[in-house]
């Protein structure tokens, strides 16, 4: 098993420029099968992830 271990010490680095993030922007993304969220590095804003999609049948 792997163990998770929390750390308020450290940020994570962005895959793409290598700055420390501390910030993460992010844009809502609507269509007529849901809301998704696009997540991205606010130093050379490329992105992260994008959420999972949540239509109208799931809250």
């Given at each position: 098993m792997i163990q998770v271990?929390?750390?308020d010490d450290l940020n994570p680095?962005?895959?793409?420029?290598?700055?420390e993030i501390?910030?993460?922007?992010?844009?809502k993304l609507e269509s007529?099968?849901?809301v998704r969220?696009?997540?991205?590095?606010?130093s050379c804003?490329?992105?992260l992830g994008v959420s999972h999609?949540?239509?109208f049948w799931m809250g």
């Open positions: 271990e929390e750390r680095i962005c895959p793409h420029c290598a700055a501390k910030r993460v922007f992010a844009k007529a099968f849901g969220f696009i997540y991205f590095c606010s804003k490329k992105t999609r949540k239509g």
